[in-house]
């Protein structure tokens, strides 16, 4: 089954630095990625994801990167801000399996 | 809000009691979940149900007994809990699951479950 590992495990970064998270999978036939952010007290909230047939997406200030050969996605947060703090979590799946979740990343943006 | 919605948001039971935990999702999707959420382990996938029938059980003990009586809906039965099973405990629904599924879950706050 699929496995997917998630570091750094915690993360620290002044605001207005860049923030990167990264994700390895290991079933090649997986095709889907998302990634989750969750603020204390809530559940995690889906904040962008990226498809197979896609090597990059961006929506504002958060961007995630694939690159299938490697098996590994990344997130790009820039221009950090306080409210930016949260767990974070990374995800894949083939289509038609659930998502297997890496274990997160805790994000501290120090103001 | 993310159209999904669970009750009660916290509770605490003793080992001998008999509790469920409720969700609703308000989406029109048709697969629902329930993950178990803890310090030692993030994110454990519990049950899956797809148009009402459960489609996976990840050897959940006999403890956690779930029902879903239609798409909208997902009940999970507490009984006889052990300290251990204290966690959050988070529904989500996608609009589907299975051969050609569009898999984006939306995950409810979750209830946060003490066993005394």
């Known amino acids: 089954g699929e496995n997917v590992e998630q570091h750094p495990s915690t993360l620290s970064v002044q605001e207005g630095d860049s923030a990167v998270i990264k994700c390895t999978y290991s079933d090649s036939a997986s095709n889907y990625f998302p990634w989750y952010k969750q603020e204390l007290g809530k559940g995690p909230q889906l904040i962008i994801d990226i498809r197979s047939n896609v090597g990059e997406k961006k929506d504002q200030r958060i961007a995630v990167t694939l690159n299938k050969t490697a098996k590994h996605f990344s997130l790009h947060i820039t221009e950090t801000q306080p409210e930016d703090s949260a767990v974070y979590f990374c995800a894949a799946s083939r289509g038609n399996t659930p998502l297997v979740f890496g274990k997160g990343t805790r994000l501290s943006v120090i103001a | 809000e993310t159209g999904v919605t669970q009750t009660p948001r916290h509770l605490v039971m003793g080992m001998t009691n008999k509790k469920s935990l409720k969700c609703e999702q308000h989406l029109g999707h048709n697969a629902m979940y329930w993950y178990k959420q803890s310090a030692k382990k993030p994110l454990e996938l519990m049950f899956v149900?797809?148009?009402?029938?459960?489609?996976e059980n990840n050897s959940v003990p006999s403890r956690f007994s779930p029902e879903c009586p239609n798409s909208s809906h997902l009940f999970l039965h507490l009984h006889t809990l052990q300290p251990e099973d204290s966690a959050l405990y988070l529904c989500?629904?996608?609009?589907?699951?299975?051969?050609?599924?569009?898999?984006?879950?939306?995950f409810g706050p979750g209830t946060r479950l003490t066993v005394l």
């Open positions: 989500a629904s996608s609009p589907n699951v299975g051969q050609g599924a569009v898999n984006e879950q939306f």
């Open positions: 149900y797809s148009l009402e029938e459960r489609v």
